[in-house]
């Protein structure tokens, strides 16, 4: 297992509410729930940090998910209308980055037995430093500030269905069939329009 990816994964099972792809048992979801799947990529400051990063669906510091380096994302949420509302990273010797989205990417979790693919993301984020590790053991629970986005990011979405499902099928193995159905996230593009704290240059 990747240092950075076993680092991050124990500070957020450590807050008894992460999850990875591996963790997640897709055989068992309530009515009221739908399994999603697609990938995220992060690039930061033009290193491929994916396995040293999580996001956090819905709302703030709330249905956490640690990345590995594949990106690959199952995860099962409520019904409904979907966010992906943070991003943020802690690998060591990097300082702690977190990212909120004012206007969050949005799919809908279709459900009813039904796995819904989001596309896959890829996220580039730049940010002034990289040496602040002060706040890395801090990155679950603390108040939210205007560091609270970092940098500049933008992100582009794509949609890789029959390789992203190859990669879902190889994990789960599914006895049956699966139903797949798609909500890619809109909106498919996005980059910060003003940078507030630690701007690149």
């Known amino acids: 297992m990747n240092k950075a990816f076993a680092l991050l994964t124990l500070m957020l099972l450590a807050s008894g509410c992460a999850t990875t792809s591996k963790s997640i048992d897709v055989a068992n979801t309530s009515v009221d729930e739908g399994v999603v799947f697609g990938k995220i990529k992060i690039v930061y400051n033009g290193a491929d940090l994916t396995d040293a990063c999580a996001i956090s669906f819905n709302e703030r510091e709330s249905n956490l998910f640690a990345l590995e380096a594949d990106g690959l994302i199952i995860q099962k949420l409520p019904k409904g209308r979907s966010t992906i509302r943070e991003v943020f990273c802690a690998k ?110």
């Open 92 to 201: 060591f010797g990097y300082r702690e980055a977190k990212y909120i989205f004012s206007n969050p990417p949005t799919f809908e979790n279709l459900g009813n037995g039904k796995i819904t693919y989001f596309g896959d993301m890829r996220i580039d984020w730049k940010t002034a430093n990289e040496i602040k590790v002060g706040r890395m053991f801090g990155l679950i629970g603390y108040a939210a500030t205007k560091d609270d986005v970092d940098g500049l990011l933008e992100y582009q979405v794509e949609d890789n269905f029959s390789e992203t499902k190859r990669l879902y099928e190889e994990l789960k193995q599914p006895i049956a069939k699966p139903e797949y159905t798609y909500s890619i996230i809109s909106p498919r593009s996005y980059k910060t329009e003003k940078c507030q704290v630690n701007c690149p240059d």
